[in-house]
């Protein structure tokens, strides 16, 4: 099992950057695809970004594409959302989530893992 802490949302103006960022606790943190979904208000929860347990492989919404980076550090369980070019429709409450190496990486259509963060509220104004 492994528990997920978000950090790094904020506020900030359409066409800023932020970096959010997901600690994970546990010794086998090397061994789960991580990814990030996100929350608007008054929509249902989306994918936005995976990444394999060796780094190896990303995956990316269509709406993200081009402006955000997903990336890992295993020695420091540690994986972190680049966010550049952002829009005020990327607004919302993103959640940092987990799922072990042997089932399918989180996209869109595989859906999440069991394990989620907190959740970091980002905000982008016009």
């Known amino acids: 099992q492994v528990q997920l802490v978000d950090s790094g949302g904020g506020l900030v103006q359409a066409g800023g950057s932020l970096r959010l960022s997901c600690l994970a606790s546990?010794?086998?943190?090397?061994?789960?695809?991580m990814g990030w979904f996100r929350q608007a208000p008054g929509k249902e929860r989306e994918f936005v970004a995976s990444i394999s347990w060796s780094g190896g492989s990303t995956y990316y919404a269509d709406s993200v594409k081009g402006r955000f980076t997903i990336s890992r550090d295993n020695a420091k369980n540690m994986v972190y959302l680049q966010m550049n070019s952002l829009k005020p429709e990327d607004t919302a409450v993103y959640y940092c989530n987990a799922r072990v190496s042997a089932l399918r990486i989180q996209t869109a259509a595989a859906g999440a893992g069991p394990y989620w963060g907190q959740g970091t509220q980002v905000t982008v104004s016009s």
């Open positions: 546990g010794r086998t943190f090397s061994s789960y695809n």
